[in-house]
C-alpha cells in the first residue's frame, strides 16, 4: 500500500481532538446556548441588587446583607429540589412557573423595600425570591451532557463542555454586577433589581420555548436517557449518589474561597486607604478563573478527572493557606491570580464527573446541588470572614478560605474511591456501545 494511502487512513481514523470550535459545531448547540447565556445573566444581578436597594431604603449595609443572605440560603436549599423536578418533569414544565413565581417574587420585595415595610416582611419576601431563582446554568449542563453522551463519538468533549460553562459563569459574574450596579446608581436604586426580574422572565421563558434540546425525562418506565427502566429500579436520587455528597462538600470549600475573597479583599483594601483597589484585584481573581477554565476545555487530557480533581484542589489549598500572611497589593494580586487559576481546573472537573457518577434520569438535580453547595458555601464565607475581618482585620478574614479548602480536601482524600463511577458495567449491558469508557484515574 502506498505510503501516502496509509497516511490518509490514518489520519481519517484518528479520534479528532476535543476544542471549542468542534463543540460549538455540535448540532443543536446553539439552540440553547444563546437564549440560555440572555437567561443566566441576571443570576448574577441579584445579590448586589438587593443589597443597593435594602441599603439605599434602611440605610443598613448589615440588613441589606442578612437579606440577601436569606435569598441565598433559601436558593441553596431550594435548587436541587427544582433540579429534581426537571429530570422528572422536564426543565420547561419547572422553568416556566418558577420564573413566573420569582418575577412575582422580586416585585413584592422591591414594593415591601420602598415602602420602608418591616425587616420580617423583607425576610418572608427574600425567601420565596431565592427558592424561585431559575436553575439556568445547571439545565444548560445537563443538555450538553445528553447532547455528547447520546451522540456517538462525542463524549470526550464533556470536559470541554463543563470548561465552556465554567467561563461563561464568570464571565456572567463579571457583567451582571456591573450592570446591575450602574443601573441602581444611575437610574433608581430599584432598577437592578427591575432589571434582573424583566431579564429572568424573558430569558427564562426564550430558554424554557427551546424544546428540542431538553433532556428526556425519566417516566413511564424509562430513564432520562430514554432506555428502559429495570423492573424494580427505583428513582434515583443525586445526593444519594456517595460521590455527589464528596463533590459537595468540595464545591463547599470552592464557595469559601469566593465568599471569603470578597469580604477580605475589600477590607485588605480598606486597610491600605485604596478602597479602589478592590475591583482591581478581585478583577484579577476572576481573571485567573477565566483563564484556567478556557485553557482546561483546550486541552487533551490524558489523566482521568478524579486525579485531576485531586490535583487541582490540592494546588488550590496550597495557594488559599497563603493570603492570610500578605501585606502588598501587588503580591496579593499575584497570589489572587494563581486562586484563580486553581479554581477553575477544580470546578470544572467537579462537574466533568457528575456524568459518571449519576443517571441521566437524576443530572439536572446533581448539577444543582453542585451549584447550590457553591452559593452556600459563599454565603458562610461572606458572613464568617465579615466578622473574623471587623474584629481581627483583613488578615483573619483570609482565614477562612484556607479552613474551608483544607477540610474540603482532606474530605476528597479520604473519600476519593467514592467518586469512582459504579454503574459502568450496567451501561454496557444496555447495549449503549456508543458510550465511550470515562477516565477515572
Known sequence: MPRKTRLTRRTRNAPRRPGYGRLLRTPGAWTFLLPGFAARQPFAMLTIGIVLLVQHTTGSYGTAGAVAAVTGVSMALFAPQSGRLADRF??????VPGVLTHT?????LIVLALADAPLWALFIAAVPTGASVPQIGPMVRSRWAALLSGTPGTSSL???AAAFESVTDEFTFVIGPVLATAL???????AGLIAE??????????FAARRGTQPRTGRRGTDASGEPREPGEPRTSALSVPGIRVL???????????GGMQVSLTAFAEEIGAPGVNGVLYGIFAAGNMLAGIVC???AWKTGPRRRLLFGYTGLTLVASTLWAVNSAPLLAGLGLLVGLCIAPALITGYTLVESLVPASARTEAFTWLTGAVALGQAAAVTAAGRLADAHGASAGFMVPLVGTVLALATLVVLRSRLAPKALGRVAARGMSHREPVAVD
Open 297 to 299: 476545555g483546550a486541552v
Open 104 to 108: 412575582v417574587s422580586a416585585a413584592a
Open 184 to 190: 441602581c446608581t444611575g437610574v433608581h436604586p430599584a
Open 158 to 160: 464533556l470536559p470541554t
Open 248 to 258: 459537595v462538600v468540595a464545591f463547599l470549600g470552592i464557595g469559601s474561597v469566593f
Open 197 to 206: 426580574a424583566a431579564l429572568t422572565l424573558v430569558g427564562g421563558l426564550l
Open 90 to 95: 422536564g426543565q420547561r414544565a419547572v422553568l
